[in-house]
């Protein structure tokens, strides 16, 4: 069928998790808006974090307005500030299937991806991306 039979707009607060923990993160902004059509989501994700906690592991922005589907969708990086890593270095990000989440990543050598973890962040780290997904 061709009808379009979902189209809203709204708001969500995103949030921060290492190993899928939050303990003690706290921020100046955690804010995200998003535009669903039929089964695709567009949310677009400002985060600043003012303390990073004392949760350690791989980093996950957590709270997408919808649960995915079973395939993975997309995360477009738009900027990151106060990163650890000496250099400038593309983040990848996926949506994870069938989950409210986004794993980053960050590309450690040509060729070579490792997940962002809790020592990659600063307490006066910001991020802001742009995801695309389907439910």
């Known amino acids: 069928s061709q009808l379009l039979n979902w189209y809203e707009e709204g ?3 995103p949030t921060v998790a290492f190993g899928n923990d939050s303990t003690g993160i706290t921020y100046s902004t955690n804010a995200g808006t998003y535009t669903r059509i039929g089964r695709q989501v567009v949310a677009i994700i400002a985060i600043t974090i003012t303390n990073k906690g004392s949760a350690t592991g791989n980093m ?3 709270g997408l307005p919808f649960t995915s589907g079973a395939s993975l969708g997309g995360v477009s990086f738009a900027d990151w500030y106060d990163f650890s890593f000496a250099g400038v270095y ?3 990000g996926k949506v994870n299937p069938s989950a409210t989440n986004i794993s980053l990543y960050i590309e450690a050598a040509a060729g070579y991806v490792q997940p962002i973890t809790n020592s990659n962040v600063l307490n006066t780290t910001v991020l802001r991306l742009v995801a695309t997904y389907f439910v």
């Open 11 to 13: 708001t969500f607060t």
């Open 90 to 92: 593309p983040v990848y």
């Open 60 to 62: 996950t922005v957590e």
